[in-house]
């Protein structure tokens, strides 16, 4: 257990829905990094959030925003969902000086 | 683009066995490496971290890195069932303030009886 939580655990949304996937991070960690793993692949950085503004992003579209709030917990949003946002969406936290980041147990969103 | 290759597998081993993953990166100023644990249907569990360039030993694992080779390892020594899962390379890659992991797609073991 990394103490770092996520909800929901499964989602089910049509195309062109938007959603918000919610995380916790672990205590002490000011940091939150959300990730997007399709199925037989490795997990690819969407965004970074350290002190409530975006620290840094990946090959994503604007369509996936998110926020950190002042107790470091963090929301991923996408909008206009498409087939291929099918995947686990992992949530990490972190101090944004250590190396090590921790992963929370993943949302599984499959987008029908 | 920053690329992390690894062998997708099955690596098949017996019970007992060494096993031993393989990654190769391909950012010659990446400084951090990160091997992480995947059971099916699981998020990422972190198995070591290294550093430097030679061996680092945790019980059962054994990381090892060789940055001028670009190539850094997982050894697991008395391999057992329980050890059958996919493992994540990562390379961690600062850009800007931002510190972001780079993942390989990940080797799937399996230990079997």
């Known amino acids: 257990e990394t103490g770092v939580t996520q909800s929901p655990t499964h989602l089910i949304k049509t195309r062109g829905q938007q959603v918000t996937l919610r995380c916790s991070s672990q205590?002490?960690?000011?940091?939150v990094s959300w990730y997007q793993q399709a199925l037989g692949q490795g997990p690819q950085f969407i965004f970074q959030y350290y002190r409530e503004e975006e620290n840094g992003r990946g090959n994503f579209p604007p369509r996936f925003s998110g926020l950190q709030f002042p107790n470091y917990s963090s929301e991923l949003n996408v909008n206009a969902l498409e087939l291929d946002d099918s995947a686990l969406y992992l949530c990490a936290s972190s101090l944004l000086l250590q190396e090590t980041q921790y992963f929370g147990p993943g949302t599984r969103l499959l987008v029908l | 683009q920053k690329e992390v290759e690894q062998n997708s597998g099955p690596l098949s081993v017996p019970e007992g066995a060494i096993a031993s993953l393989n990654c190769t990166y391909s950012d010659r100023v990446s400084q951090s490496f990160f091997w992480y644990r995947q059971y099916s249907g699981k998020s990422p569990e972190l198995i070591m971290s290294?550093?430097?360039?030679g061996d680092k030993e945790d019980g059962r694992f054994t990381a090892q890195l060789n940055k001028a080779s670009q190539y850094v390892s997982l050894l697991i020594r008395d391999s057992q069932p329980s050890d059958s899962a996919t493992y994540l390379c990562a390379v961690k890659e600062n850009t800007g303030t931002a510190s972001k992991l780079t993942f390989g797609t990940g080797t799937r073991l399996q230990v079997t009886l």
């Open positions: 205590s002490g960690h000011n940091t």
């Open positions: 290294i550093y430097s360039n």
